[in-house]
Nanobody, 124 residues
Framework: VQLQASGGGLVQAGGTLRLSCAGS????????VGWFRQASGKERDSVAA????????YYANSVKGRFTISRDNAKNTVYLQMNSLKPEDTAVYYC??????????????????WGQGTQVTVSS
């Protein structure tokens, strides 16, 4: 499956953005999807993940209550709604897919397919 992430941009603190991860080549609904982010000089870390059915989700503690992951399998797309953005959310955001939903905190080596990143910049 090929993944295309979009929706990043520049926003003020407290603002909102919605990222999209569009799948092609295969049905994205067959895969669990995760969102990761990598800030400058830091490791790529997971932000949120969702099972193929949408019935199971994961959120990093730093984004709980602010970010929401969802999917529309009819549109072959997974979304990350980001509210109440903070400057520390600034990073390149990546979506990734795998046939299995990780247990607990997802790690990048648990996902086989990756999209290109989309930059999110939150100004203070």
């Amino acid at each position: 499956v090929q993944l295309q992430a979009s929706g990043g941009g520049l926003v003020q603190a407290g603002g909102t953005l919605r990222l999209s991860c569009a799948g092609s080549g295969r049905t994205l609904g067959d895969y669990a999807v995760g969102w990761f982010r990598q800030a400058s000089g830091k490791e790529r870390d997971s932000v949120a993940a969702i099972s193929w059915s949408g019935g199971t989700t994961y959120y990093a503690n730093s984004v709980k209550g602010r970010f929401t992951i969802s999917r529309d399998n009819a549109k072959n797309t997974v979304y990350l709604q980001m509210n109440s953005l903070k400057p520390e959310d600034t990073a390149v955001y990546y979506c990734a897919a795998d046939m299995s939903m990780p247990n607990g905190h997802p790690h990048r080596n648990e996902f086989d397919y990756w999209g290109q990143g989309t930059q999110v910049t939150v100004s203070s």
